[in-house]
Each structure stands twice: as C-alpha cells, then as structure tokens.
C-alpha cells in the first residue's frame, strides 16, 4: 500500500485549504464528518532537466497520499464529536502534517477565542498522547497476565511499556521516547499517533509568508530544541496561486508575492522526506518518470517498484547519477567518460540516480 501522510489540527487552522491547494481532490471544509483522501504531485525540476535531453513523449512526478483529517477538539481522544473516527484516521497514515493558525481573521473565529498556535499543538498533542496512554495501558494487561506465568521476555516487556506510560504521562510524545532498537518491536505494533514523524506548518496571512509574523516566531520559540521541521505557508495566498492555470501568470503572481515558487511545493517535498521516501528516474523516449522508493532500499527493491516482473528477473542495473546525466548529455558520452555504472541487486539506490534495470523471466 502506498504510503500516507495525514494533515491534523484543530478546526478553522485552513487545512483542508491546504489540501485542496495540491492535492487531485476537492476536500470539503470546516465541518465535514469525515476524512478527505487525495493524491499529491512531488515538484521535482530534475525530471524535467533529464527530459531536455531525451525529448520523451511525457514526464511523470512521483506521487504521495495525502489525508486531511477533519479538525480534532479538546475531547476528541474520549470520543467527544467524532474523536475516535479521527483519530482512527490518523493512525492508518505514516507521518502527520499538523497545520496551526497563525493568522487574525475577525470573519473566522478560532475555536478557542484567540489565536496561539503553541497553546494549539499543546491541545492537539495531548489528545493524541491520551489515545496513545490508552493503547499502551491495554497491552499493559495483556502482557501481564503473560507475566504472572514466570516468564522472563512478558517481564522485561512490561517494563518498556510502564517506562513508555510514564514518558506519556509526563506530557511527553512516544517519538522522543529512547528506547534500545532490540525493544521497539514491543511498541511499533501499537501504532502509536505521536511515534509518527510530524512536519509543522504554520499557516500565516499574506503579508507573513515570506518571513512569518510574531505568530511564528512564538511557535518556534517554543520548539526549541526538538528537531521537527518547521514551514511557513500562506494558506489563501496559496489557493489563489493554485487556481492561475497560465505558468506566466503564476510566475507574476509568486513574484509579487516575494516567492520564489508555491510554499505548497515545500511543503509536498517536504512531506516526501518526513515519509523517508526519494526518487530514482527511468529515462526513454517514452517517458521520463519519478519512481518512489524508501531511503535504503535496494537495486532490485527498486525494480519491484517499476514491476514485480523485473524485481524476479532481475540481473542488473545500469545506472547514471543525475549531476553526470545533466553534465555529459547521453547515455554515450557518459560511457566514454567512464561515468556509466552496472550495479548488481544489493546497491542502494541514491535520490536521483537514472536506472535503468536489465532482467529477464
């Protein structure tokens, strides 16, 4: 299944603005009762920098799931609205998007009568760390009874989970929970929601998209020191920008704006990252394409990704790396300079390599 990454926040923060900014969906807004799902396009120049050489008859991004969960409430983690179907939303997606409002609209109240987005991801956060508590308290007593029966692995067990439940406890998310590696097993069948890796998004007024406002930096006063990643985006702006079908007409309107391209493509590679997710690119008169593939995986992981056909098959794969590709021109004078590669099925492949695999069935 293809991996997801799921927007969160309190209500009236703009997410589903967001969503539909860059997503193949229309979501509905404030209100609705359920989740909506889309597919988003990683902005990728390189695809088309390959593609001046091969002159292919279409170039392809790499894709992404994005799910925009309605906005959570204090509660929400105790069933109050519909807290348990959000929060079930949230936990079958690998990362999390968590939008705060950082902006004054007198037309648009905020749901807890001003505006503090650290006051905000606070809420948010403990509802998830409630909903986690819970989890882990009910594999609390299933392991128990385990351990009642003497044996030592049920033991040792219970004492990540009790240390898991007090990190909790204290107000703290299970991402920053130091665990050995031999003991995460014991807690990645859990799912917890705040072991998700989380991109932060501070959705600013028009004028604050190019340096935020003392919103933001509030915000990042406050996350000192954790390592989340931080952006900030003017979510109306954004939605404006989206609907400007003339390239040109983008171009004038980002340049007015002060930006160099859509914060929602930050936001989408960034997104693509926090998922642990690059691309590699097949390149041929056909097409020129992005392929996702997890950071690590290997020559013949990434084959079963083009087909499982050529992931069986699999004998070799000839890659160029993007920076030669662009300098040399062709595959040709990539061989003449010795800058063409034949890699077997246990090489990593690296973000932006050009592959192209040989197999046969």
């Excluded at 299944?1 to 969906?25: E, H």
């Excluded at 392809?60 to 939303?89: H, M, N, R």
């Excluded at 300079?337 to 099925?345: H, L, P």
């Amino acid at each position: 299944m293809p991996l997801k990454c799921g927007i969160v926040g309190l209500s009236l923060t703009g997410k589903t603005t967001l969503f539909n900014c860059f997503s193949n969906a229309r979501g509905q807004a404030a209100g609705s009762a359920r989740s909506n799902i889309g597919t988003i396009h990683v902005p990728d120049p390189r695809l088309y920098e390959i593609d001046r050489f091969i002159k292919s008859a279409r170039v392809v991004q790499a894709t992404v799931e994005i799910v925009d969960i309605p906005g959570l409430t204090k509660g929400g983690s105790q069933g109050e609205g519909l807290g348990y179907k959000f929060l079930a939303d949230i936990q079958q997606t690998d990362a999390i998007i968590h939008v705060l409002r950082c902006f004054d609209d007198d037309t648009v109240p905020h749901i807890e009568g001003s505006v503090n987005p650290v006051r905000d991801r606070e809420i948010v956060d403990l509802e998830l760390q409630i909903r986690d508590l819970d989890m882990v308290m009910r594999k609390i007593q299933r392991v128990e009874k385990m351990a009642k029966s003497g044996e030592r692995e049920p033991k040792h067990v219970m004492e990540v989970l009790h240390k898991l439940k007090d990190h909790l406890e204290d107000f703290q998310n299970a991402r920053t929970f130091t665990i050995p590696e031999e003991d995460k097993r014991h807690i990645t069948d859990m799912y917890l929601l705040t072991a998700k890796p989380v991109l932060y998004v501070c959705n600013v007024d028009d004028a604050s998209a190019t340096r935020g406002n003392a919103y933001t930096e509030a915000f990042r006063a406050s996350m000192t020191g954790e390592g989340e990643e931080i952006l900030v985006v003017a979510g109306k702006l954004e939605s404006e920008i989206a609907e400007l079908e003339d390239p040109e007409d983008r171009k004038a309107f980002l340049a007015d704006a002060g930006l160099d391209e859509p914060g929602v493509n930050r936001l989408i590679r960034a997104a693509y990252n926090l998922l642990s997710l690059h691309s590699f690119f097949t390149a041929s008169h056909k097409e020129v394409r992005a392929w996702t593939i997890r950071k690590g995986e290997t020559a013949q992981q990434a084959a079963g990704n083009i087909h499982s056909d050529l992931e069986r098959g699999f004998i070799r794969a000839e890659v160029m790396k993007y920076d030669d590709f662009i300098r040399y021109g062709s595959e040709h004078a990539m061989k003449e300079a010795g800058k063409f590669r034949v890699e077997g099925k246990n090489y990593v492949v690296e973000d932006g390599d050009i592959v192209h695999v040989r197999f046969n069935v």
